[in-house]
């Protein structure tokens, strides 16, 4: 199974500033016929359902803001949020969905400073 | 546009069963791998189960392989979850997801608990 490690767990940021959140996948999740990473970003608020933030690791859903991007290859990816927003409070998964399982991220809960 | 509805859950024994289903409409059902996804109290996400596009083809997580069984109704648009010799830690909020190249569609999930 691919594992799926966020860094870090929790994250404090101020109104308008940046937010970094790490994945890395145990495995690489580059399907190398058409050079894709089979990596997504999922943003989750309380009571809600997940919500498709990246896909492909760093083409962002109709309908995203800009400020959200996402970025890396291989086995090494990162969500960034360039000015923080008080709607982006929630928690943030990644995951592989190259292989079976599907593998998620432990997640990681994005606060407000 | 998209939808999944799924339904089934409540409370139930430790020991009983409960079948849920999801409702799909907005798309063509048949052309797409579906998944199951649980999320315990206070809990992250995991992955439990998809099936192809037909149904010939299905995985389970480790966790309720020979316990559960996905299944769809390609006719009726509808996706399933049979889930037998249910436990305490099965307790979560059960969504359905449709996956595509872009990732997951999320239904709004359904709660199962297992309690006495």
């Known amino acids: 199974d691919i594992v799926m490690t966020q860094s870090p767990d929790s994250l404090a940021v101020s109104l308008g500033e940046r937010a970094t959140i790490n994945c890395k996948s145990s495995?690489?999740?580059?399907?190398?016929?058409?050079?894709?990473?089979?990596l997504t970003w999922y943003q989750q608020k309380p009571g809600q359902p997940p919500k498709l933030l990246i896909y492909?690791?760093?083409t962002r859903e109709s309908g995203v803001p800009d400020r959200f991007s996402g970025s890396g290859s291989g086995t090494d990816f990162t969500l960034t949020i360039s000015s923080l927003q008080a709607e982006d409070v929630a928690v943030y998964y990644c995951?592989?969905?190259?292989?079976?399982?599907?593998?998620f991220g432990q997640g990681t809960k994005l606060e407000i400073k | 546009e998209v939808q999944l509805v799924e339904s089934g859950g409540g409370l139930v024994q430790p020991g009983g069963s409960l079948r849920l289903s999801c409702a799909a409409s907005g798309f063509t059902f048949s052309s797409y791998w579906m998944h199951w996804v649980r999320q315990g109290p206070g809990k992250g996400l995991v992955w439990v189960s998809r099936i192809n596009t037909d149904g010939s083809s299905t995985s389970y997580a480790d966790s309720v392989k020979g316990r559960f069984t996905i299944s769809r109704d390609n006719a009726k648009n509808t996706l399933y979850l049979q889930m037998n010799s249910l436990r305490a830690e099965d307790t979560a909020v059960y969504y359905c997801?449709?996956?595509?190249?872009?990732?997951?569609?999320w239904g709004q999930g359904t709660l199962v608990t297992v309690s006495s």
């Open positions: 495995q690489s999740v580059l399907y190398s016929s058409n050079n894709k990473n089979y």
């Open positions: 995951q592989q969905y190259l292989r079976t399982p599907r593998t």
């Open positions: 997801a449709r996956e595509g190249d872009r990732g997951y569609i």
């Open positions: 492909w690791a760093s």
